[in-house]
Structure formats: structure tokens, C-alpha cells
Nanobody
Framework: QVQLMESGGGLVQAGGSLRLSCAVSGIIFSINTMGWYRQAPGKQRELVAAITRDGMTNYADSVKDRFTISRDNAKNTVYLQMNSLKPEDTAVYYC???????????????WGQGTQVTVSS
């Protein structure tokens, strides 16, 4: 089995910062792209940021220049540093990993359970 364990969510005032972490554990052959998504009440889940194994990144326009995604391949962990937080960043944040559990299998998407981020005005 594969598990994605997120941590670092919480309540913060507007303008503040939070750092999310997501550690992938279990039977893992390789991890390709890792990313963070978020879902606010009444809205669809959206991509926040993604990073390839080689470190190429992609950000939603709404978080560019405020959020930074990074990863530690040795620890199978992805991070999201969130600065200058705004009330509209309030959502449940989900970690995602596109990974293979063995050389015989194609890669599949795996998700964390989500962590709440609340930004007060």
C-alpha cells in the first residue's frame, strides 16, 4: 500500500505564512510528478503547484510569486511554502503523487487525505 501523509495546515492571519509537507510511504518503485491541489467549499478541486522529479515546477496564476513548491527525492517528500496568504487561499489542500509501485506497473495517481488551511482577514 501507498500512503501520503500531509501536515502543516492550520489557521493563519492574512499576510502570514504556512508550510505544508507531504511524505509518501509504502511500496514505491518511482515517483514522477508530485503536486498540491486545493478545494474550497462549493468549488472544484484545482491545481495549486506541481513539480517533476527533475525539479521543473508549475503554478496556478493565483499563487505565483507567493507559493513555492519543492521536493526531497531521498525522503519522498514534497513541500509547499505559502507566503502572503490571502483569505481566498482558504481550502482543503491535497497532496498528489504520480508514482509506480513496481517496474511492471504503470504509474497511478495517489492522494493524501487533505489538510485544512484557513486564512482569516
Amino acid at each position: 500500500q501507498v500512503q501520503l501523509m500531509e501536515s502543516g495546515g492550520g489557521l493563519v492571519q492574512a499576510g502570514g505564512s504556512l508550510r505544508l509537507s507531504c511524505a509518501v510511504s509504502g511500496i514505491i518503485f518511482s515517483i514522477n510528478t508530485m503536486g498540491w491541489y486545493r478545494q474550497a467549499p462549493g468549488k472544484q478541486r484545482e491545481l495549486v503547484a506541481a513539480i517533476t522529479r527533475d525539479g521543473m515546477t508549475n503554478y496556478a496564476d493565483s499563487v505565483k510569486d507567493r507559493f513555492t513548491i519543492s521536493r526531497d527525492n531521498a525522503k519522498n517528500t514534497v513541500y509547499l511554502q505559502m507566503n502572503s496568504l490571502k483569505p481566498e487561499d482558504t481550502a482543503v489542500y491535497y497532496c498528489n503523487a504520480d508514482l509506480r509501485t513496481s517496474w511492471k506497473h504503470r504509474s497511478s495517481d495517489y492522494w493524501g487525505q487533505g489538510t485544512q488551511v484557513t486564512v482569516s482577514s
